[in-house]
Structure formats: C-alpha cells, structure tokens
C-alpha cells in the first residue's frame, strides 16, 4: 500500500519520530520502510528500562533458587546496596549496557559479520555466505522489503531525548532520596 507524503508525514509526528519529514520523505520518496524501521526501533526501545525507572532492581530483589537463570543477580544487587551504590548510577548502568545491547543487535541484523567470534573467522569459507536480515513483511506474509539503516537511528530514538547522554545536572536532592 502506498501512503502519500503528507498522510507519512502526520503518521510519523503522531509517533513522534525526530525529523518526521525525513522519514516521510524516505518512505513516500525513496520507498524504504521507515515506518516498520521507526516501529521496530520504538518497540525495542521499550526493552530497556527507563531513565528513572529503577523498579526493575526490586523485580531482582526477590529470593532465588541458586540453579535458576540469572540467581546472581539478587545477591549482587544487595551487595551493591549495602556498600552504599546509587539506585541512579545502578539505573544509569544497566540502562547503559541494555542500549550497549540493543546497538549491537542492530549492527548484527544488518551486518552478519559484525562482532564474528574469533571461532567462525576460522571457518570463513564454510560460513561466509550465511547472512540474514529484518524484512518488512507483505500481505501475505512473505519478506518484502529490507530494513536497514537500524544502528544508524537507534540512538536517535532514546526516549529522554539526548540520544544516550547524561542530564547536564543532577539534582542532588533527587538523589539522596532514591538512596
């Protein structure tokens, strides 16, 4: 289905897309899925946690049984509180390394070589030609066109707005009562 400029244009501002006329342009212009790129960023980004939102630590608060996936990260965090660790830098952290994640997975869907263990570049030639890709998909359910362009927006699409940089000053007030 093809959408004009101006109906791309007031769908992108409503998904409050930064440059909404850019990626109006690309779809209506260019015929790139900058739709399905903005909603599958914008759906990725709600994987990682908010800016200010630490309730994920009491999610991980809870008591584990050692065997089960992940038990260490109950006893690390409250090794962490105890020596006094921010709840905000904790956030600030693991926000990080989600993005860090998030990035990577991106770079990966457009790149099969990107971050290739030292393992498979031994195998080269017997895995060269495998390659995969995220594709907008049809009617009928069939790949139709690629998405790309997925790292080169991600950080664009940070939700505070400052594409993964700090507040220019922390209240300090704010600070001492999430401790």
């Given at each position: 289905m093809t959408r004009s400029y101006d109906s791309l244009l007031r769908t992108f501002r409503k998904l409050e897309a930064p440059e909404p006329e850019s990626w109006a342009r690309g779809e209506a212009r260019e015929n790139l899925p900058e739709l399905a790129r903005l909603?599958?960023?914008?759906?990725?980004?709600?994987?990682?946690?908010?800016e200010d939102d630490a309730a994920w630590m009491q999610e991980w608060m809870r008591p584990m049984?050692?065997?089960?996936?992940?038990?260490?990260?109950?006893?690390?965090?409250?090794?962490?509180?105890a020596r006094g660790a921010d709840v905000a830098d904790l956030n600030t952290l693991v926000r990080g390394m989600q993005f860090r994640l998030l990035d990577g997975l991106c770079r990966l869907l457009e790149d099969a070589g990107y971050?290739?263990?030292?393992?498979?570049?031994?195998?080269?030639?017997?895995?060269?030609?495998?390659?995969?890709a995220l594709f907008?998909?049809?009617?009928?359910?069939?790949?139709?066109?690629k998405?790309?362009?997925?790292?080169?927006?991600?950080?664009?699409?940070?939700p505070t707005g400052r594409e993964m940089r700090p507040r220019k000053e922390r209240d300090d007030s704010t600070r001492r009562t999430q401790r």
């Amino acid at each position: 289905m093809t959408r004009s400029y101006d109906s791309l244009l007031r769908t992108f501002r409503k998904l409050e897309a930064p440059e909404p006329e850019s990626w109006a342009r690309g779809e209506a212009r260019e015929n790139l899925p900058e739709l399905a790129r903005l909603l599958f960023l914008k759906q990725a980004w709600t994987l990682v946690i908010a800016e200010d939102d630490a309730a994920w630590m009491q999610e991980w608060m809870r008591p584990m049984r050692p065997d089960e996936p992940l038990a260490g990260m109950q006893p690390a965090l409250e090794r962490l509180r105890a020596r006094g660790a921010d709840v905000a830098d904790l956030n600030t952290l693991v926000r990080g390394m989600q993005f860090r994640l998030l990035d990577g997975l991106c770079r990966l869907l457009e790149d099969a070589g990107y971050g290739r263990p030292e393992a498979t570049r031994d195998a080269e030639r017997e895995v060269d030609r495998i390659d995969w890709a995220l594709f907008e998909l049809d009617e009928d359910g069939q790949p139709a066109r690629k998405i790309a362009g997925l790292a080169d927006a991600v950080m664009s699409l940070d939700p505070t707005g400052r594409e993964m940089r700090p507040r220019k000053e922390r209240d300090d007030s704010t600070r001492r009562t999430q401790r």
